[in-house]
């Protein structure tokens, strides 16, 4: 572990290669571009260095970022549509405060700055940097989206023995993952704090302590989604980094599941407060009993998620009260919690489905602990993200929202998926 920290400090990044990549991977059509860059990382196993891992996540991300371009605006993401139009009209104090399109029209004399305000920023400036072209907003907010997710997958699974597959297969899984890729858009203010968070769960991993542009990554997460206030103790609070015992596992779970079963009703009248904690709380406790748009969450995922997540988790837990690796420490306890949250969540079907969407970015995080032998850990590292790829392509076309033909995602370059304009804006 400790050789691959010092190998990532050291190494320098070869941008001529990486922008090079980019390009070609921009206008080459996805079926050849995409497959000679992951089978070029796949290849390289033994002489990987920083640039290449930099050019399999560039590559991923802005392939994956120029399909969600093509995606129509329903839902909740309508909202944040007209909030990005109405830029211009709003200016940036009132973009701040007007973050859901739709409420500048409802409330247009409001003054009170949002709560979750950074929304508003980047819309403000993703407006200007896009001119205006919402599905080039959409790719570059993706794309930012992903490539943090992909920084913390990467500074995570440099923790591990031979990274090489946790990595690689880290990011093929959550990225191919066509559950993950269908919301990122649709609940992006959500998608997009936790991947602030994931990245900074990967560098509290890798350096061992918050750094200045940790904690500020940390502001802007809360300040993008309240929920993300759920992962500031396990951040600050440094137990969680050290060696378990079976009373402090009992302790957290007991007090976790107290709250998330009866803080509804217990913090049901803060939510009366404008401040920043009981904005937070207020959304939570006017949860319970609320259908999410979705309905409860389905069997199908908590067994093919949730479930293998439990298993994992619980046999590191029983291992971490022998031996202890702070970096999996830490990962193994925080989605234990999230775990623990979602099943005691029964009564409260709209929080527990957003928390179970929290599990989904601990994927690539939890599966490399899945063996401790390293040949059966990549074998089935490979076999999920093989799985995952092959899936993505085979259900696209069944994804609850509109976005461009499946035969369009394979034979159109990136580029032209960009700018072919499928809305019709």
């Known amino acids: 572990m400790i050789k691959n920290i010092q190998m990532e400090k050291t190494e320098k990044l070869n941008w001529k290669i990486i922008i090079g990549a980019f390009v070609l991977l921009m206008i080459f059509p996805p079926f050849l571009g995409l497959s000679i860059i992951i089978g070029y990382v796949c290849t390289r196993c033994k002489c990987m260095n920083k640039s290449d891992y930099l050019i399999l996540m560039v590559c991923i991300a802005a392939y994956l970022a120029s399909v969600n371009a093509t995606k129509t605006p329903s839902g909740d993401q309508v909202t944040y549509y007209v909030a990005y139009n109405n830029v211009p009209r709003l200016g940036f104090w009132k973009s701040l405060i007007h973050i859901y399109g739709l409420g500048y029209y409802e409330d247009p004399n409001k003054t009170s700055i949002s709560v979750e305000f950074m929304n508003g920023v980047y819309n403000y400036i993703g407006y200007y940097l896009t001119f ?65 968070i994931m990245y900074v769960i990967g560098n509290y991993a890798y350096f061992g302590k918050l750094r200045r542009i940790d904690w500020v990554a940390i502001v802007c997460a809360i300040f993008t989604h309240q929920s993300m206030l759920f992962f500031i103790p396990f951040l600050v609070i440094k137990r969680f980094r050290q060696k378990m015992n079976k009373q402090t596992i009992a302790l957290v779970f007991v007090i976790t599941s107290l709250f998330i079963i009866y803080g509804p009703q217990m913090l049901g009248g803060s939510s ?79 929080s527990q489905y957003r928390f179970f969407l929290m599990l989904l970015t601990f994927m690539p995080f939890v599966f490399p602990m899945a063996f401790r032998n390293i040949y059966n850990r990549d074998m089935f590292l490979k076999t999920v993200s093989y799985f995952m790829v092959l899936s993505f392509f085979v259900i696209f076309n069944s994804i609850m929202w509109t976005y461009a033909p499946e035969i369009d995602i394979i034979v159109k370059s990136p580029l032209l998926l960009i700018f072919s304009n499928y809305q019709n804006f």
Request: hydrophobic share 50%; charged share 10%.
């Open 132 to 196: 205006g072209y919402y599905p080039l907003f959409e790719f570059l907010y993706s794309f930012i989206s992903y490539m943090l997710l992909f920084f913390g997958i990467y500074r995570f699974c440099l923790t591990f023995p031979k990274p090489h597959v946790p990595i690689v297969c880290g990011i093929l899984i959550i990225g191919f993952f066509y559950y993950y890729f269908q919301f990122a858009l649709h609940i992006q203010k959500q998608f997009f704090a936790q991947t602030i």
């Open 272 to 350: 009366q407060n404008s401040g920043l904690l009981t904005y937070g709380i207020g959304r939570f406790a006017n949860s319970e009993n609320d259908e999410d748009l979705t309905g409860r969450l389905a069997e199908k995922y908590l067994l093919t998620i949730a479930l293998p997540l439990s298993l994992i988790c619980i046999k590191q837990l029983m291992k971490l009260r022998k031996t202890n690796i702070e970096s999996q420490s830490f990962v193994v306890v925080l989605a234990s919690i999230l775990l623990i949250t979602v099943f005691a969540m029964f009564n409260q079907p709209l």
